[in-house]
């Protein structure tokens, strides 16, 4: 049922037609909780509007926390036969929101949450890059009071905050994207440096930067950049794999599976993360990333912040305007070789970054 006129009708219009730009050939996939359940309905009623099929599907926190209860190990590795269906038959999906109370995932022991990640990304991610379906994420959907109290958040806020964010328009972040990502397309080599002992190099040559500002539109899916997410706003690349080397240190919070990372420092030596360390969360974390397949050890992104209304200290520290984030792990979807189930993103407060000698970020500000 659509809500006319609302807010929400407002919104469920853009997100189909500009943010993913539906069309009548699509077949659609709505992932969502019950609190977002108007939102995913006002979706696939525009969807209908469009002459698109679509399809509603329902998670519930009590159904995701069975399932990391109750399925073993080597079952949860396993991709859900109907999960990969579901990527297989669509040609676009949206992903809205997420738990209710992420603090369920507490209770998921490492080796559980790292295998339910290896399957989860098979059945999904895998089967979407390589079908080319696009993909749109509505984070404004996380904003609960059980996920604020989780993490420690002001729940009103943030909820301002993610409206602000969210408004910010498709074309300003483009243009702002797109300056930037000219000066990584021609980049040797890349410094990330910042008061809190951050001082990291990493090699950008040969590689190509992917501006993210909330569409996915013909461009984009021949440049390989499937997916977005609402608030958007990041220009991100991916560096050469082998190249990382210094120190990162995360000192602004990073939610994680219902925790808060307060502190996270990482050490990469001829290109390999060697040293993962950080407070009690941080470390579970690592738990996790002990657990994890594949080229977890390895840089993946490099990404600015675009965002003007976005705030550091919530779930979206990588699209604030002059944030600098680095990322270890899977990164095939900004056109790297590293493959994983494990991904981590830590965004470096007030960082400078340099590219051949030009600050792009000068003390958490955009130099350019």
């Given at each position: 049922m659509q809500h006319p006129g609302s807010d929400m009708s407002k919104l469920a219009e853009n997100l189909v037609r500009n943010c993913l730009r539906i069309r009548s050939t699509d077949n659609v996939t709505v992932f969502f909780y019950p609190h977002n359940m108007a939102l995913a309905e006002d979706i696939a009623t525009e969807c209908f509007r469009v002459g698109a099929d679509a399809l509603l599907n329902l998670y519930?926190?009590?159904?995701?926390?069975?399932?990391?209860?109750?399925?073993?190990?080597?079952?949860?590795?396993?991709?859900?036969?109907?999960?990969?269906?579901?990527?297989?038959?669509?040609?676009?999906?949206?992903?809205?929101?997420?738990?209710?109370?992420?603090?369920?995932?507490?209770?998921?022991?490492?080796?559980?949450?790292?295998?339910?990640?290896?399957?989860?990304?098979?059945?999904?991610?895998?089967?979407?890059?390589?079908?080319?379906?696009?993909?749109?994420?509505?984070?404004?959907?996380?904003?609960?009071?059980?996920?604020?109290?989780?993490?420690?958040?002001?729940?009103?806020?943030?909820?301002?905050?993610?409206?602000?964010?969210?408004?910010?328009?498709?074309?300003?972040?483009?243009?702002?994207?797109?300056?930037?990502?000219?000066?990584?397309?021609?980049?040797?080599?890349?410094?990330?440096?910042?008061?809190?002992?951050?001082?990291?190099?990493?090699?950008?040559?040969?590689?190509r930067a992917q501006v993210f500002d909330g569409v996915v539109d013909d461009e984009d899916i021949a440049a390989g950049a499937l997916s977005a997410s609402i608030p958007a706003g990041s220009v991100s690349v991916a560096p050469q794999e082998t190249s990382a080397h210094g120190v990162i240190v995360g000192s602004v919070l990073s939610p994680w599976a219902g925790r808060s990372i307060r502190r996270l420092r990482w050490e990469f030596r001829d290109g390999r993360l060697t040293t993962f360390d950080g407070d009690a969360n941080a470390k579970a974390l690592a738990a996790v990333y002990a657990n994890a397949a594949g080229d977890k050890d390895r840089v993946a992104g490099l990404s600015i912040g675009l965002n003007p209304k976005a705030e550091l200290g919530f779930l979206q520290n990588a699209i604030v305007r002059g944030a600098v984030t680095i990322g270890v792990g899977a990164n095939e979807d900004l056109g790297g070789v590293n493959k994983s189930s494990f991904f981590f993103p830590v965004t470096v407060p007030n960082a400078t970054l340099e590219v051949d000698g030009l600050s792009l970020v000068q003390n958490g500000k955009l130099a350019v």
């Open positions: 519930t926190d009590a159904y995701y926390a069975a399932y990391l209860k109750y399925l073993p190990v080597e079952s949860l590795r396993q991709p859900s036969v109907y999960c990969r269906g579901l990527t297989e038959l669509s040609t676009a999906q949206f992903w809205v929101g997420g738990a209710y109370d992420p603090s369920i995932f507490r209770k998921a022991s490492a080796e559980k949450l790292a295998a339910a990640d290896e399957g989860e990304t098979a059945a999904h991610f895998d089967v979407a890059r390589e079908r080319k379906v696009r993909g749109l994420s509505v984070d404004l959907g996380l904003a609960t009071a059980p996920r604020a109290k989780a993490y420690g958040f002001p729940l009103a806020r943030w909820k301002r905050m993610m409206t602000q964010a969210s408004s910010v328009s498709a074309a300003k972040l483009a243009v702002d994207g797109k300056r930037l990502a000219a000066k990584l397309d021609t980049t040797a080599k890349a410094r990330i440096t910042a008061p809190n002992g951050t001082d990291l190099e990493v090699a950008l040559a040969g590689r």
